[in-house]
């Protein structure tokens, strides 16, 4: 079974994390072919940086352990994976974080003590079609203290058809008592190579394309499929990179004015999306005054990070970059949105065409 086990994995539309694809591949194995196969957890917890695929894994999964074929699942083809792939099998639940008025939000909404409620409730019934009952909870780092006070006692002594397969950013944003009753799966960032063939091959992305965006997904092949899907970032990108430029040439009056009326527009996704492309292009500008250039994420930027890199003092791009960062972090807890923004404006480097000043 071990070396069809490399085989098999291609089946799993899962690119990259090849070591929990084989882990859990472990776990479908009949009885008797492996010897001390335990079967699968009855509460797992995957690991990983936003859009790293844990989601993606987790219904690769549930969608192996609900088909009823034998031999190497999921098949694609028998009536469970059909009603899996259609979003209709009813042993399969996904819980997401949600807004006050109920839908799904993953920015900035909740896991609720009702959605626990509903676990409690559908994890004792029997399975419909098969063998397990699964819930994926993604994001359980959001979950309010009512939806983990409910869930434990459930994590604590799982009915033997229950399986919950539960997602979170990091170790550290979920609670001990959750992580101590699940088995933990860390995933780490997909290499370029992986995600710029996965773009090519499942996504149909040109070869450009895919070089581009697989620089710039800092391992996140979720992100980069998102580029694909949704072009207008493709090109929102493109425009905080020349506000950017402007902003640099910009007197104090245009800067203070562009931090107002960001931090009016009250846009958090744009805001952390806009922060997240300039700390990504203010640390090509570092890698390349660093004799580094080979390993920046803008690859279709470089002219603009050479001239960049070759007129400011690598003391102060450095300290830009960590000023970036400290602010992003600090955008996460605090609502002085404006003075955050005016903060970060007041510190850009100055750069005109010219010499700087
Ligand atoms: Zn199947």
């Not at 086990?5 to 799993?12: E, P, T």
């Not at 792939?85 to 909404?109: C, M, S, T, W, Y």
């Not at 409910?150 to 002594?157: A, D, G, P, Q, S």
Request: hydrophobic fraction near 45%; aromatic fraction near 6%.
């Amino acid at each position: 079974m071990g070396s069809q086990l490399n085989d098999a994995q291609l089946d799993w539309p899962v690119a990259g994390h090849h070591w929990a694809v084989q882990l859990l591949q472990r776990t479908l194995a009949p009885a008797s072919d492996v010897c001390g196969r335990q079967g699968p957890s009855h509460a797992y917890l995957f690991l990983g940086i936003a859009q790293v695929g844990k989601t993606t894994l987790a219904r690769a999964f549930a969608q192996a352990l609900l088909c009823t074929q034998p031999g190497e699942r999921p098949c694609g083809v028998c009536r469970a994976c059909r009603l899996f792939q259609h979003g209709n099998h009813p042993d399969f639940r996904i819980l997401q974080p949600l807004d006050k008025e109920g839908a799904v939000d993953r920015a900035n909404g909740e896991l609720r003590a009702e959605q626990a409620a509903t676990i409690i409730h559908d994890v004792v019934l029997k399975p419909v079609e098969g063998q397990w009952r699964i819930f994926l909870v993604q994001d359980v780092h959001t979950a309010n203290p009512s939806f983990l006070n409910k869930i434990l006692k459930t994590l604590e002594e799982p009915p033997p058809q229950a399986i919950l397969v539960l997602t979170a950013l990091d170790r550290a944003s979920v609670l001990p008592t959750i992580v101590s009753r699940c088995q933990t799966l860390e995933l780490r960032p997909v290499d370029t190579a992986t995600i710029q063939h996965a773009l090519q091959a499942q996504w149909r992305a040109s070869a450009d394309q895919a070089a581009v965006l697989a620089h710039l997904a800092n391992g996140r092949l979720g992100w980069a499929v998102d580029q694909l899907r949704f072009p207008e970032r493709g090109q929102e990108r493109l425009q905080t990179l020349e506000t950017l430029w402007r902003l640099m040439a910009a007197d104090r009056i245009e800067r203070l004015a562009f931090a107002e009326s960001t931090a009016a527009s009250r846009n958090s996704r744009h805001l952390f999306s806009m922060l997240e492309t300039w700390s990504l292009w203010w640390r090509d500008v570092l890698l390349v005054q660093a004799g580094c250039a080979d390993a920046c994420a803008n690859i279709d930027q470089r002219e603009q990070l050479q001239r960049v890199a070759g007129l400011l003092d690598r003391e102060l791009v450095r300290s830009y970059l960590l000023t970036l960062r400290r602010i992003e972090g600090y955008l996460h807890h605090t609502v002085n949105t404006r003075l955050a923004l005016d903060v970060l404006m007041l510190k850009l480097p100055r750069f005109t065409e010219g010499p700087v000043v």
